[in-house]
């Protein structure tokens, strides 16, 4: 291909990608609430679906075990079995757990978030450097029009209706999925064409392998960090308050790399307030950050590879970028499934440079050209 012809090909991109874009731009504003509304509906369904898919995840070990393991032939009685086990540890867990944690948060509210405040008012107060800072954030960010907050009842109900209807759908959707999930994989793999139905099944299988290993290795982290973070703040001295903050690490490992560090900051501004009870003293602070980091390190490094597989082994870059992208996209729900979509595509071109590895590798002049330019 000549210059000459590379250039209006080059154009002729161009101009597709502007009219593609003037396209998206334009159906935005025509059919702006249309498209509002269908997202909303959109995201209606697909937030308790993705509820009862993560579910049905973590029922996945205990399914299998009572059917391939144990010889439970019928199904109905397995899901039954299961739904049972399942509702009596959330009752346990709610019963004991839940509820002491809910009044550790409580406690800490009342009780200890007072004393964070007139720390830090102090500290700044003190602090010249960082005190005119504080005093212009006391000053300009303040709500001050309180009396312009209306009620939107209407609003209101429709986050209720949704709430009470994605309760309902959740059980519905996950018994559907746990029953006929043989029948729903054998019908979406008809809609493929015969040419291509192989590949179709082979993606399927390691795109399932990928959630599964995701969510099962999620919530096995999830555990082990909230139990392992439990024990080291009750041997620094947190005492009581060691519950709460161990399940807010464990809890916000959900988000990968950011979560952890975010649930970091009130333990960290509580053993401000509490140094002279805790163990290191005034470096209680940075002996908390650095085993907060040192605990990172080992998950991401050493224990999410053992419990997850390769495919699930993402660039760190990667993950928050897909979190950020279908956080943006879809809520709630592309928060909870944006590093199996992002996994899943990661098999997928792994699958087709299986596929094509003799005409996707570059040869030894590609490479020698590639690294000239570079140079």
């Known amino acids: 291909m000549s210059k000459k012809e590379k250039r209006i090909m080059l154009l002729v991109n161009m101009a597709i ?3 593609g874009l003037l396209a998206l731009y334009l159906i935005r504003e025509v059919f702006g609430n249309a498209i509002s509304l269908f997202m909303s509906a ?7 679906f993705s509820i009862a898919l993560f579910i049905s995840y973590l029922m996945a070990p205990v399914f299998k075990l009572l059917e391939r393991r144990l010889k439970f032939k019928y199904r109905i009685l397995n899901i039954v079995i299961v739904f049972v086990g399942t509702g009596i540890l959330l009752v346990v867990f709610i019963r004991f757990a839940g509820t002491l944690i809910y009044e550790q948060a409580l406690a800490f509210i009342e009780n200890d978030w007072p004393n964070v405040l007139n720390f830090l008012d102090s500290f700044f107060d003190e602090s010249s450097r960082f005190g005119s800072i504080y005093n212009w954030i006391q000053e300009n960010v303040r709500i001050t029009e309180t ?12 986050s209720v209706v949704t709430i009470i209807i994605t309760v309902v759908l959740i059980p519905v959707f996950l018994f559907f999925i746990l029953y006929e999930r043989t029948k729903i994989y054998e019908n979406i793999m008809v809609v493929f064409p015969k040419k291509i139905r192989i590949h179709a099944i082979e993606l399927t299988k390691r795109a399932n392998r990928v959630v599964e290993e995701y969510f099962n ?8 960090m909230a139990v392992f973070f439990t024990i080291i703040f009750f041997i620094l001295g947190f005492k009581e308050r060691s519950i709460l903050f161990g399940f807010m690490l464990g809890f916000f490992d959900i988000v990968p790399y950011v979560g952890p560090f975010i649930a970091i900051i009130l333990p960290v501004l509580y053993s401000l307030t509490e140094r002279d009870t805790l163990m290191f003293g005034q470096y209680a602070p940075i002996a908390i950050l650095t085993i907060n980091i040192v605990g990172q390190m080992i998950q991401n ?6 419990i997850m597989g390769r495919e699930t082994k993402i660039h760190p870059l990667l993950i928050l970028s897909a979190f950020v992208f279908f956080t943006y996209l879809f809520g709630i729900v592309g928060l909870i499934l944006a590093i199996p ?3 899943t595509i990661k098999t997928t071109i792994i699958y087709i440079k299986e596929l094509n590895k003799e005409r996707i590798e570059l040869n030894k002049e590609e490479l020698r050209k590639i690294r000239e330019e570079e140079a």
């Open 17 to 19: 990608l502007v009219l």
């Open 42 to 48: 959109f995201i209606a369904i697909v937030l308790p």
């Open 147 to 158: 009396d312009q907050i209306t009620l939107d009842l209407l609003s209101i109900f429709q």
């Open 217 to 224: 290795g999620r919530f096995i982290t999830m555990f082990v």
């Open 301 to 306: 490094n050493v224990a999410q590879p053992l």
């Open 341 to 343: 979509i992002t996994g």
